[in-house]
C-alpha cells in the first residue's frame, strides 16, 4: 500500500502536466467544434460533415497529404546516398554533417525567407539560369506547388536524414564485405543488404518527417500563394474570420489524421520487429 501510494506521488506532476497540457486543450478544442459558430451551447456535427462530403474540403486534405508526401520522398531519396556517402569519413564530413542539421538551427521564417529570395525572378539561382545556362527565362518557383515541395524538404531533411545515418553508421559492415566477396555487385549488396539493414531508421524518421510536413503552419503561410494546407485553414478560420468553431473542427480532423497515421507507422513497426 505504501509503495503504491510512493508511485502516484512520484506519477502525479506527470499526469497533472498531461491533463493541462494535453487533454484540456483536445478537450476544449472539441468541445468548441461541435459547437455552432452563433449559437454558443447549442451542439452539431456540421463543422465536420459540411467538411468532409464537400469538395473543397477533400481538395485541402489531398493538398496536405500531397505536401506531406511528396518531400518525404524526395528527403529520402536524398538521405540515403548522403548518409552512405559520408560515412566513409571523406575529408570534410564534419562539415557535411553541420550541413544535414542547419535546417534545424534556423528558424523556418527566415529559412523560408531566404529561399524565396533564392528562388526569386531576380534571385541567384535565376540569375544563374539565365546568365550561365542561357535560359530562355526564370522558373517561377515561389508561390507554386514545387516551390513548397522544396521549401519542406530543406525545412524536414534533418529528422529523416539523421535516422538514416544512425541506421547506416550501426550496420554490421561485415554483411556487406561477406556479400562481395561472395560475388554479388553493388547495387545487389544495396538491394537486398544495406537497404533492408537500415530500412527502421529511414521508415522512423520519414514517418516524423511525413507527420511535421503534414502540419507545417509558417511555410505556406508566407509561400503558398493560392496552396493552403489544412494548418493555414485552422489559423485562417480562427485568426481571420474568428470562427472558432469550424477552426477547432479542422484542428480535430487534422489531429486525427496525424494520430491515426502515427497508429499505422507504428503496427507496421511492430510487425517488422516481430519477423
Not at 535546417?103 to 525567407?113: E, G, K
Request: proline content about 5%; hydrophobic content about 50%; aromatic content about 14%.
Amino acid at each position: 500500500m505504501k509503495n503504491k501510494l510512493i508511485t502516484l506521488l512520484f506519477m502525479l506532476p506527470g499526469v497533472l502536466c498531461f491533463t493541462l497540457l494535453f487533454l484540456y486543450p483536445m478537450g476544449y478544442t472539441f468541445m468548441l467544434s461541435i459547437q455552432k459558430s452563433e449559437i454558443p451551447w447549442e451542439f452539431t456535427f456540421e463543422h465536420y460533415t459540411n467538411y468532409l462530403t464537400s469538395a473543397e474540403g477533400w481538395r485541402i486534405l489531398s493538398l496536405s497529404f500531397s505536401l506531406a508526401l511528396f518531400p518525404t520522398i524526395l528527403i529520402i531519396l536524398v538521405s540515403i546516398p548522403f548518409s552512405l556517402l559520408i560515412r566513409k569519413k571523406l575529408k570534410g564530413h564534419r562539415f557535411y554533417r553541420l550541413l544535414m542539421i542547419l535546417p534545424m538551427m534556423v528558424p523556418s521564417l527566415i529559412s523560408t525567407l531566404g529561399l524565396m529570395l533564392l528562388f526569386n525572378t531576380n534571385g541567384w539561382f535565376n540569375l544563374f539560369l539565365l546568365d550561365v545556362l542561357k535560359v530562355s527565362e526564370p522558373l517561377s518557383v515561389n508561390y507554386t506547388m514545387k516551390g513548397l515541395i522544396i521549401y519542406y524538404a530543406w525545412l524536414h531533411f534533418p529528422y529523416t536524414a539523421i535516422s538514416t545515418l544512425v541506421a547506416v553508421e550501426g550496420m554490421d559492415r561485415q554483411a556487406e564485405s561477406a556479400a562481395s566477396v561472395c560475388g554479388a555487385s553493388p547495387l545487389q549488396v544495396f538491394r537486398h543488404i544495406t537497404l533492408p539493414l537500415v530500412m527502421p531508421g529511414i521508415l522512423s524518421g520519414s514517418i516524423m518527417t511525413f507527420l511535421l510536413c503534414f502540419g507545417t503552419f509558417s511555410v505556406p503561410l508566407i509561400a503558398g500563394g493560392e496552396y493552403r494546407p489544412i494548418a493555414v485553414q485552422v489559423y485562417t478560420q480562427t485568426a481571420v474570420f474568428n470562427d472558432w468553431s469550424k477552426g477547432s473542427a479542422l484542428a480535430i480532423i487534422m489531429a486525427v489524421i496525424q494520430v491515426l497515421l502515427m497508429m499505422i507507422y507504428l503496427k507496421i513497426s511492430r510487425k517488422r520487429v516481430v519477423k
